[in-house]
């Protein structure tokens, strides 16, 4: 193999012939290196560890419903609001209404139906209904009912 090198070597004695050889070299290691690219990041991308689905995952989304009761107001009709996953069993809900907060509320599941864990926020998702049923009462003030869209 040396020998034959060397030959070459010795054969190619114009500096263009050289750098010929050099830039068809590595003109195959760059199409060699974009066909295999692809696959290189499938790969890594399929060996990445897969977070399994929780309650937030099943959850969030968006839902259109109306206020239903109001300790400070009217009632509102047309009111969307926007569930978040935020962690592990966690959501934020957020709102088109003012008068609905912002608010985090940590989920847990009883039966078919997924509810706060604890909090001044009430989370009821009853996903046995078609489509699936939001009540929440935000800070035990304002509650809102709607059906996820």
């Known amino acids: 193999m040396r020998r034959h090198t060397i030959l070459l070597v010795r054969q ?11 830039r068809f070299i590595c003109g195959v290691l760059c ?4 066909a295999l690219l692809p696959l290189i990041i499938a790969s ?13 995952d099943v959850a969030q ?3 259109v419903g109306d206020v239903i009761s109001d300790s400070k107001g009217a009632s509102k009709s047309d ?3 926007t569930v978040t996953r935020i962690g592990i069993n966690r ?3 957020s709102s088109d209404y003012a008068r609905l907060p912002t608010v985090e509320v940590p989920l847990t599941k009883a039966m078919d139906k997924i509810l706060h864990a604890r909090g001044t926020t009430t989370f009821l998702l009853d996903r046995s209904k078609r489509p699936p049923r939001l009540d929440v ?3 035990n003030e304002v509650s809102w009912a709607g059906t996820k869209q």
């Open 44 to 56: 890594a991308q399929s060996d990445a560890p897969k977070r399994k689905p929780d309650l937030g």
């Open 61 to 63: 989304g968006t839902y």
């Open 137 to 139: 009462s935000f800070l």
């Open 79 to 81: 009111v969307t609001l």
């Open 91 to 93: 959501v934020r809900i």
């Open 31 to 34: 199409v060699c290196s974009a």
């Open 12 to 22: 190619l004695t114009a500096p263009t012939e050289i750098i010929a050889v050099y």
